[in-house]
């Protein structure tokens, strides 16, 4: 049968599914949670997931202990993530001549990667809603609206618009950070320390992000990263403004009943979904909430949303407040509100009464020394530096990014293609240790394309307009690596 016959359809596929289930004759239909598209016949679902399957219990024979993660035929690109024990999403992605030298796994496994994460940071892990109600249209709902969600921003008619070449210079899974004068540090901090009392005794955690760069936050890193990812598709200015041109699948008339039917047979929170975007607004008051929306079971349902932390082992509610560019997502432990939205009002009016003066003064000060868009771009360079450990990244500004040649980006992805792939296999080796790597191409157009790893740190760049020699390149990378990176990739 071959790779080629899991997917007979144009566009890609992202399923999810668990090993556990489904197992005996007759109950394959059982371990499918979620399928994109949801109009794929039923028959070819299987077909996928049950060639997804096979792979997987195929490379365990020989790697017990690692996760397959891509595997590429003639016609097809599968890239696989074990999200959570045995729940494994796949995304099947159709190569075409125009995009079969474009296609980045690590990009694509990012999109798996953020999308799980944003799910259990709102609905908890899968596992724990199988655990909850075993038949599974519990965690069959949710994910069903919540994924659908995500990847309307990548809807583009029926189809899934993926990353491609063009997004080279670009890092999933990472934060990008304002740089602050110490001046303005200290206002920052007095700022966070009202915010942390907002609730008597009981401390608040709170993130604040200028534009769509974070300023300061008092939360684990990976409960940061999430929330900052869910800001920025969502809830910031630039976010915000989008929202109303959106469209989403509700709009295209394509799963209008869904939410009804298992919100009616669960009495599941279905109609809360926080990524559906025509539902967040920003309020008189400064504040950002969704629409009210009612269903028969719950009546109205709460305009804050309850998340929860992975780090913290805690259900927390958000409140999202706003003052031009400055946006503040205050967190506030569940257990400390005895009345739900009643506690949530008492915040706000205490956040208003106590914290408006700072509000106004740090948004004042960072406007002031905001360089704009191009804050960081550095002129002859077009760049990504990033640090997975800390799980911060800084980049060109899509602005210049866009003024790289086709040449350019292509050999760029290409290269960071080959690199995630290098990663992935020394990480297999030896887990415990980063391995150095340096490389120096020359793309079709005489472009300098460079990437260069670094004790755990990451550089790729594209320089066009550069001299003809090796040497010039690699002075090139040592001059920006000690004005921008503290020396971090420069030579010992």
Known sequence: MGLSSAAEIDGAQLCI?????????????????????????ILLQLSVIGLCEGIITFTRIFSP??????????????????????IWMVLVVQKIKDNESTLRFGALQGILKESHSLFAMFHGPIRTLLDRQPSAEFARGHLHTFVTDYLSDFSVGKKLQLPTYRDSLTERGTVQMLTVSREVALEVQSLTTVLGSCLRNVICQSIVLFEDLLVSTTLPLDDT????????????????????????YLRKGGYVNADTTLSSANGAAAAERPLQREKLSKGKDGFVAADF????????????????????????????????NLTILLVIPASSLINGEEGIAHVKRHLLENASQNI????????????????????GYRYILSDPNRKVSRASPPGKVITLSKDSLLALNRLRGEIDLEKSRAKRSDPTHDKDYEVCIRAKNNAWIIAKISRGKELYMAIEKGGETLLYAST???????????GAFSAD
């Open 476 to 486: 090139a990378v040592e001059k920006f690596s000690n004005r921008y990176c503290e």
């Open 293 to 324: 929306a009612t269903t028969e079971i719950r009546g109205a349902v709460p305009l804050n949303p309850i998340l929860w932390f992975h780090q913290a082992e805690e259900r927390m509610y958000l409140c999202v407040y706003q003052h031009k």
């Open 17 to 41: 599914f668990d090993l556990r289930r489904g197992q005996q004759e007759g109950q394959e239909l059982d371990k499918i949670l979620f399928f994109h598209p949801a109009d794929c016949p």
């Open 360 to 379: 106004v003064t740090v948004e004042q000060k960072l406007s002031r020394g905001w360089g704009g868009e191009n804050a960081y771009h550095v002129g």
């Open 225 to 248: 990263l999430n929330l900052y990812t869910y800001a920025i598709l969502r809830l910031t200015p630039s976010a915000l403004s989008s929202n109303g041109n959106s469209w989403s």
């Open 65 to 86: 202990e690692d996760d397959c993660e891509v595997i590429e035929s003639d016609k097809h690109c599968h890239v696989f993530y074990q999200a959570e024990p045995d």
